[in-house]
């Protein structure tokens, strides 16, 4: 059995994690603090909080903008859920906008298309681990005061122009989701440069509370401001993101080899489309697209016969699920190459530990039809 995804965890990982569970400790504790800390230095970002998932630190983001009912945020079309989500619950409205049919990622041209006096953000997803055109991104968000918020979830350790992705737009947000490059079981950060958003999502992150455990003199003393949320992690989460924070350097350069593994191997077959190779992608998964759809559904039939791990992100675009399409009511001839990347794309596995004769394996397999 090949899995599609697998961590390591160390019997002295394992025990830092014991020693926090049984020291009664389990929130606000050094592991913390350390984590935050080992992402600032690896990313290069001023500031970075821990939070409950990628969503929380999502929603946070939307939520130092101060979003209306009539405000717009632009989302991709293609992505979890939880991207567009997170402007809906601030009451402002999702505008979707299609994607690149190769890279997964927003369409530049159609965000330009998009924009209306109502847009107040964009909301962009590194997928797959492959960066956004950043540096055309960057010149629509001047052009048209649109404020941009980053979904790194797929992208710790992905750089565009040797600069960590997250650091472009008003905050980066991160997931540490079991499938992720590393994992909290569920978890996630937010970084940002600006010492601002910074103090103000620490603050709606824990309730609205005014002062956290080491600015209160004596417990119970604070004040809220603001309807804050709980969105906190906790310490014993923290140290196990901690321990994989500190050798991911490691774990991502065996991600780049394996995806040299898969492009070398699959590179002749004709009938699917392979993802480029760049030394800036992290490769969280490794995305190949079929030109038929059928034989994407025989592979799939052949991996399970077989039992090797895959997934696919995402099958049904985001205007297609009943919620977006009830509520906008978007037609069958809307975001096509968002619906036709979803039904073509597969997701492999990439993880440390996948060894070199099941990477061989499974593009034998997909070479076979």
């Not at 389990?26 to 690896?42: N, R, T």
Request: proline share 2%; charged share 25%.
């Amino acid at each position: 059995m090949i899995s599609f995804n697998r961590h390591s965890f160390t019997d002295k990982e394992l025990g830092i994690v014991k020693k926090i569970i049984k020291s009664g400790w389990l929130a606000h504790g050094e592991y913390s603090k350390k984590f935050e800390d080992e992402i600032v230095k690896f990313t290069g970002a001023k500031y970075c909080t821990l939070v409950s998932s990628c969503t929380a630190a999502l929603h946070l983001a939307c939520l130092t903008l101060d979003l209306k009912k009539d405000d717009e945020v632009l989302v991709p079309a293609m992505t979890h859920t939880a991207t567009s989500h997170v402007v809906e619950y601030t009451g402002a409205k999702a505008i979707f906008v299609d994607v690149n049919f190769v890279t997964g990622n927003i369409n530049i041209e159609e965000i330009k298309k998009k924009i209306t006096k109502k847009t107040r953000a964009l909301i962009i997803v590194h997928m797959a681990g492959k960066s956004c055109e950043l540096d055309k991104i960057l010149k629509i968000c001047k052009k048209n005061n649109i404020k941009l918020i980053e979904d790194c979830a797929h992208a710790l350790g992905t750089t565009f122009n040797q600069k960590h992705v997250g650091n472009f737009g008003l905050a980066g947000c991160f997931s540490f989701y079991p499938t992720k490059q590393i994992t909290t079981g569920e978890g996630g950060a937010l970084i940002t440069n600006d010492s601002k958003i910074y103090k103000k999502v620490k603050i709606l992150k824990a309730f609205g509370i005014d002062k956290d455990l080491s600015q209160r003199k004596k417990p119970g003393e604070y004040n809220v401001n603001s309807l804050g949320y709980n969105y906190r992690m906790t310490d014993f989460q923290a140290a196990l993101g901690y321990c994989q924070m500190i050798k991911y350097k490691q774990n991502l350069q065996k991600r780049k080899n394996i995806a040299k593994q898969y492009i070398n191997l699959l590179k002749k077959n004709k009938n699917i489309i392979l993802p480029s190779y760049s030394s800036e992608d992290s490769f969280f998964i490794f995305q190949i697209i079929f030109k038929n759809k059928n034989k994407k559904k025989q592979i799939m039939k052949k991996f399970k016969l077989y039992k090797i791990g895959f997934s696919v992100h995402y099958e049904r675009a985001l205007p297609d699920m009943s919620y977006y399409k009830k509520k906008y009511n978007f037609g069958k001839k809307e975001f096509i190459c968002s619906k036709n990347y979803g039904k073509q794309i597969i997701s492999l596995p990439v993880y440390p530990d996948l060894k070199k004769k099941e990477i061989v394996k499974i593009c034998e397999l997909i070479n076979s039809l």
